[in-house]
């Protein structure tokens, strides 16, 4: 049972324009995700995250946006950038902390 | 501050042994959690530790154990292990408490290969 889904393994974007990252997840007792990011042979790092009274939150070039009545989330990159190549994992966790729900993966690739 | 480390970084054993991971957390932090990361699925919870007591278990047969210090670091064991087993272990560590979500912080990881 799959309760967190990235359903496009790979995506493909030339610098300098927008990637778009989705996220769908079927558990409504989810309260937060997060984005990680991924390069190999390294643990994920910590990218963003948003809790679930929010439905959008900003850092830099990254925001995350939240419909929780579509139970989708969505990471925006702008401008991408080539070292933004990596695999993104989003994931959730209900309200008690300590185990986070991973989708598969998504594989971003930024062309110069 | 130092992240989360983890030892070794690489292991190969045989099927049948048994094997044990072992995980410093953030310093501060007192929630400690594991995850098996292989290709077909993804990553996959084990379990989660805080204050020397699992408080959350994942879907893993009992071959699986844990256990977490009053220092917080973490161990993690494998017993009789199955070519299945060969896999990234990731242990992540956050402030913890309950009732609210952590962020959490992730390792390097240790890369067992079963023969």
């Not at chain 1, 493909?12 to 991924?38: A, H």
């Not at chain 1, 390294?42 to 070039?61: C, V």
């Not at chain 2, 009053?70 to 292990?81: A, D, H, I, Q, W």
């Amino acid at each position: 049972d799959q309760q967190v889904k990235q359903n496009s393994p790979s995506l493909s974007v030339q610098e300098g324009r927008i990637s778009i990252l989705n996220c769908d997840y079927t558990n409504s007792m989810f309260d937060y995700f997060l984005w990680y990011k991924k390069y190999p042979a390294e643990g994920p790092t910590f990218l963003i995250s948003i809790s679930s009274i929010k439905d959008k939150n900003e850092d830099g070039r990254f925001t995350v946006f939240l419909n929780k009545s579509a139970k989708h989330l969505s990471l925006h990159i702008v401008p991408s950038q080539p070292g933004d190549s990596a695999v993104y994992f989003c994931a959730a966790s209900a309200w008690q902390g300590g185990k986070l729900i991973f989708g598969q993966g998504t594989e971003l690739s930024v062309k110069p | 501050k130092a992240g989360v480390t983890q030892t070794p970084r690489y292991l190969i054993k045989t099927r049948g042994q048994q094997v044990t991971l072992s995980c410093s957390p953030i310093s501060g932090h007192r929630s400690v959690s594991w995850y098996q990361q292989t290709p077909g699925q993804g990553l996959q919870f084990l379990f989660e530790y805080f204050s020397e007591t699992q408080r959350n278990k994942g879907n893993f047969p009992g071959r699986f154990s844990g256990r977490q210090f009053s220092n917080s670091r973490s161990e993690m064991n494998v017993s009789t292990l199955e070519l299945g087993d060969s896999a990234l272990y990731l242990c992540a560590s956050s402030p913890g408490g309950t009732g609210y979500s952590d962020i959490q912080y992730f390792g390097a990881g240790t890369r067992l290969s079963v023969l």
